[in-house]
Nanobody, 123 residues
């Protein structure tokens, strides 16, 4: 499975961005998908995840109520809508896929990773 993340950029605090992650080479509709982020000098951290059907989602407390993960299995794409962005949301955002089909907050649960897209939120 190949994952291609896009949609990052520079935005002012309080603004919005939508990240996309397009998958190819596998059975996308059977995979659970996750978004993680890593800021300079920090560990990679979980952001959000969605199960294979889209019926189950999970969020880190730091983004709950501001970010929404969704998927379109017909387009082999998962999205991360980010609203009310804060400077502390600045990081490289990675999408990931797991063949288990079920939500996980652990990076080690995901077998496939995209290349990352930079999000920078200015104050």
């Amino acid at each position: 499975v190949q994952l291609q993340a896009s949609g990052g950029g520079l935005v002012q605090a309080g603004g919005s961005l939508r990240l996309s992650c397009a998958a190819s080479g596998g059975t996308f509709s059977s995979y659970a998908m996750g978004w993680f982020r890593q800021a300079p000098g920090k560990e990679r951290e979980f952001v959000a995840a969605i199960d294979w059907s889209g019926g189950s989602t999970y969020y880190a407390d730091s983004v709950k109520g501001r970010f929404t993960i969704s998927r379109d299995n017909a387009k082999n794409t998962v999205y991360l809508q980010m609203n009310s962005l804060k400077p502390e949301d600045s990081a490289v955002y990675y999408c990931a896929a797991t063949a288990t089909g079920y939500v996980s907050i652990r990076a080690t649960s995901y077998e496939y990773w995209g290349q990352g897209t930079q999000v920078t939120v200015s104050s």
